[in-house]
Structure formats: structure tokens, C-alpha cells
């Protein structure tokens, strides 16, 4: 890990596969969200599962806790790499003329996202671990809709996380096709493909939890 972070194109190459992780992870976490409109019995079963399988609790959630930190932490030596490799900007250098305001603001969205995983933490992950392993309560399958269900009937919590979706869409519009280049994956023939699954990415998957979120506050 040390060498390939070393360089500039190791810290590329080794965010760009960090990224395409939590891409597939979205990917599964928007799929079981999906099912607490569809079904809530099916989402309890599902939460249940997530939540007390050992493989997922004891592998999974420490990679995904590795790689989310470490996506951010390796996204802002970037951003402050090349900017004191460009400590003068110059003059005849427009930059909305060579790349789009997300490309060189990902910073303002990233830290905007980080905040919001806060929240999301705070409401979801430390709430697990407070009710399973400080409280001691015994499993209660019956209860991860009903939990859901009430986080959402506050509106400034769903307009905050309204907000950090529309701003993680933005992200993820820059990032999705940034992360296939920083594996090498350039073609004339890919990359149209590459760009067009990335647009429709950033869509859905944000539309996806807005949806849900906006879904559980109007049926309180």
C-alpha cells in the first residue's frame, strides 16, 4: 500500500479502486433501502441479516469503514498536491473553459458528502451499536423499518439529506468516469459508454435515496 500510495499516479490508481467500491456498495445499499417502500417485512429480514451476520459485521463494514476514509483522506492530499504544485495561477488560464465547476470543486462536494455520512452514522450506525452491544437488547427483527420510518418524519433532516444527495449525484457525475481513466480503462470505443453509464449513475442512484427519504416523510 505504501508504494503504491507513494506517487502521484499510485494515489490515483489506488483512489480510482477505492471509488469503484463504494460505487458497487451504493449499488447494494440503495437495494435493500429500495425494499423498505416495496415490502417492510422483506427489509427487516434484510437489515436483520446485514446487521447480525458476522462476515458482514466483522469483515465487510471494517473494508467498507477503510475505504470510505480512505477515498477522502486520499482525495484531499490530492487536491492539496496539485495545488501547491500550482501555487500561481495564471492569468490566461480559464478554468471553466477546460473542465466542468464539479471537476474542480469535487473538494466542496466531498466535504459537503462527509458531512452527511456523519449524520448518517450518527443516525444509523452508532444506533446499532448503542442498541446491540451498550444497551445489550436481545435481536429484534421487527424493528429496522419502524426505525427508518421515524428518522425521516423530521423535515430538516430530509431537505439536509435532499441536499447531500443532489451534491453526492455531483460527485459522482465527475467521479464515476475520473476513477475508469485512473485505471487506464481510455478507448474511443469505451469511453462514450463509460460516460453514459456514468451520467445515469449519478441519476439514479441519488434520485434512488431521495426518493426513499421524501417516500417515508410524506407517509408519516
Known amino acids: 500500500m505504501a508504494g503504491l500510495t507513494s506517487s502521484t499516479i499510485g494515489r490515483k490508481y489506488a483512489m480510482a479502486l477505492s471509488a469503484m467500491f463504494l460505487l458497487i456498495f451504493l449499488i447494494m ?11 417492510p417485512s422483506a427489509f427487516n429480514a434484510a437489515s436483520e441479516f446485514m446487521g447480525y451476520n458476522p462476515f ?7 473494508i467498507l469503514g477503510f475505504a470510505v476514509v480512505f ?15 500550482r501555487p500561481v495561477k495564471y492569468a490566461v488560464n480559464q478554468g471553466s473553459a477546460n ?3 464539479m471537476s474542480r470543486n469535487m473538494i466542496i462536494s466531498g466535504l459537503v458528502v462527509l458531512a452527511f ?7 444509523f450506525w452508532w444506533h446499532e451499536i448503542n442498541f446491540k452491544y451498550i444497551e445489550a437488547n436481545t435481536p429484534d427483527n421487527g424493528r429496522f423499518w419502524a426505525e427508518l420510518h421515524d428518522k425521516f418524519a423530521d423535515p430538516l433532516r430530509v431537505v439536509f439529506y435532499v441536499i447531500s444527495f443532489v451534491l453526492l449525484g455531483l460527485h459522482l457525475a465527475h467521479g464515476f468516469q475520473s476513477s475508469f481513466q485512473s485505471v487506464g480503462a481510455r478507448h474511443p470505443k469505451y469511453t462514450p459508454v463509460i ?19 421524501v417516500y417515508h416523510f410524506l407517509t408519516q
Open 29 to 39: 445499499h440503495l437495494s435493500v433501502n429500495l425494499l423498505s417502500i416495496c415490502s
Open 56 to 62: 458482514i459485521q466483522f469483515l465487510m463494514q471494517p
Open 71 to 85: 477515498h477522502f483522506v486520499m482525495g484531499f492530499v490530492l487536491e492539496l498536491k496539485n495545488r501547491s504544485a
Open 99 to 101: 473542465s466542468t465547476w
Open 117 to 123: 455520512l456523519g449524520l448518517h452514522l450518527y443516525d
Open 195 to 213: 460516460k453514459t453509464l456514468g451520467t445515469w449513475y449519478s441519476i439514479l442512484i441519488p434520485a434512488g435515496f431521495i426518493f426513499i427519504a
